[in-house]
């Protein structure tokens, strides 16, 4: 019996695509009916244009780029190259090489396929792929390389401008995710090493090949394989599998801690961050907190923003984290935001924030 194609799912509408174009194996047999061809060919109409860039080119431009001279990133499902393309624009081109055949097929179709739906500034741009001798993705290539290069690999630290604005941007891409995408998605691996920075240091969320979409009538979920970050899993997913926004927002607080600190969410001693940071933010003993290499020099109010929007986002409980949404509001200094902060039972910062949430309600006034 033939396996029914999903189009509904990002998989599925690419099977069909390939089914259309005769690009695969015996997996990928087109269908014999002029209805069947008729509906594949207006269910993948959107994707030609990304699937006519390297086609024809695909094994000049992308599977002979393998040289280590050219190899930029590896992890553990991927290797990442430096290109360029025919225009001199400069690419980076991600190949899979963990799994089977099949899997490695099943990954490229669901990682292309949720891309394929994601147009922001601050998530990272698709330009195309590549099928021939290897799975390949084609990225925008991002200059000042990733935030864990940026954090970990430079001798020069970002200072703290550069810092806040890949909070607020890498908060801006998340909500996009979590709220302005038709279909819900949940990132799942939200982690230093997956913000890419533009030439102006604009954060661009990328790698997302553990990402799910989220039906609208689900309020999670629940997965059987363990996937994704150590340092940065939300404590529901660590015991129950649970799978949902409040996943990402964990992460995320997990890479304000990475920001304000200078350390990584977990170190070469395996000592968590959150666990680290926790007793200090209880104590409000922030200058602990902050990274030496920052000096005196940062925005102190933007520092406890950063900080509150941490304790709060690395909750224990799902229920009590914020959503991204919020999360902007704060960073932004909302003073409705702030206001809504007296009613929570937080012992950081609350003598900062009384007096913040005081001045907000000053200038709210004047502006009235």
Known sequence: ME????????????????????????????????SANEHNSKQSSRWRGIAQLFRSRSKKSLANLQPLENLIG??????????????????????LTKGTPDEIIGDFLSELGIMAHVNHPNTAKLIGYGIEGGMYLVLELSPNGSLASVLYGSKDKPNWGIR???????????????????????????????????????????DFGLAKWL?????????SKFEGTFGYLAP???????????????AFGVLLLE???????????????????????????IREL??????????????????????????????????????????????????SLRKCRIPFFR???HEETLNAEELSSVKS
Not at 177 to 200: F, M, P, Q, V, Y
């Open 3 to 34: 396996k029914k194609v999903d189009t509904c799912s990002p998989t599925g509408v690419l099977e069909d695509f390939f089914r259309t174009e005769e690009f695969e194996t015996n997996s990928f047999k087109a269908p014999s009916t002029d």
């Open 74 to 95: 590896k992890g553990g499902y991927a290797e990442v190259y430096k290109g360029s393309l025919p225009n001199g624009q400069l690419v980076a081109i991600k190949r």
């Open 164 to 206: 806040f604005k890949i909070a607020l941007g890498t908060a801006e891409g998340l909500r996009y995710l979590h709220e302005g995408c038709k279909r819900r998605i949940i990132h799942r691996d939200i982690k230093a090493a997956n913000i890419l920075l533009t030439k102006d240091f604009v954060p661009q969320i990328c």
């Open 215 to 223: 039906p609208e009538h689900w309020t999670h979920h629940t997965v």
């Open 236 to 250: 529901e997913y660590l015991m129950h599998g649970i799978v949902d926004e409040k996943t990402d927002v964990f």
């Open 259 to 285: 920001l304000v600190t200078g350390r990584r969410a977990l170190d070469y001693s395996q000592q968590s961050l959150v666990l680290w940071a926790k007793p200090l933010l209880k104590k409000n003993e």
């Open 290 to 339: 902050i990274d030496p290499a920052l000096g005196e020099d940062y925005n102190s109010r933007q520092m406890n923003l950063v900080l509150l929007a941490a304790s709060l986002c690395i909750h224990q409980s799902s229920l009590r984290r914020p959503q991204m949404s919020q999360v902007i509001q704060l960073l932004n200094g909302n003073p409705n935001s702030l206001k």
């Open 351 to 353: 003598k900062a924030f």
